[in-house]
DNA sequence: CGCCTGTGCAACTCAATAGTTGCACTGCGG
DNA sequence: CCGCAGTGCAACTATTGAGTTGCACAGGCG
């Protein structure tokens, strides 16, 4: 289970610089200074919204040689999604029920 | 189209706070006071909560006499869930092309 | 070996936001 | 009609977080 607490994946994903790395991610894997090559923010802002990332399981690191390259975990983003929805259908249940109930159904 | 830019939803569900408060709301519609009530905050700090989870579609006022009543909107959590699914899906995809090419397949 | 690129750590600034208190307004109920 | 419960607005504090600069360290490559 790679399932990071709800919550700070919310967080994490509440951020348009990184969902622009995510983005950038997406065109292939990528170090912290490629990407700060792509992006307007310095290589140090984006390490720290890479560790933010990583430890919500959203990216995961691969060492080759002496970089540090970054790749996205899209089973996570679906494993959120399903939650998400879960808790949305949730609701939709309970609201039907309440309609129900006020229509004399 | 309800639907609100997916960025701002994913921030206004990155609180603790505001998931008390939709949780508080998912036993029935409240008012901010009555919801102040239940939870460990003022009155002010949850209207507040409440107006940032309006803005982004996650629950809508509803004015029962003199009181304003919030109600969660099941439909959004379910349509971000469908976007977040779509683009973990998108990722998958491209991680099993990389892959397909990787192993020489 | 020496350099240059990439990484990591630390201190700092600045803006956003969660939370508070205080006050003014409104509208139903006795 | 008067009071009280509920709401709204405003100012203030404090904490978090995004972003920066600066420096120190490590490991390939010429």
Request: no cysteine.
């Amino acid at each position: 289970m790679t399932s990071a607490t709800l919550v700070p994946v919310f967080a994490a994903l509440g951020d348009e610089t990184r969902w622009s790395i995510l983005a950038a991610l997406g065109e292939g894997d990528a170090s912290a200074s490629a990407l700060a090559g792509r992006l307007p923010v310095t290589r140090q802002a984006i390490a720290k919204h890479l560790a933010v990332l990583q430890q919500v399981g959203l990216v995961e690191p691969v060492r080759v040689g002496r970089e540090v390259q970054y790749r996205v975990v899209g089973a996570e983003l679906s494993a959120t999604a399903r939650r998400l929805d879960a808790i949305g259908a949730e609701w939709d249940r309970r609201l039907g029920i309440i309609k129900e109930i006020a229509e004399g159904l």
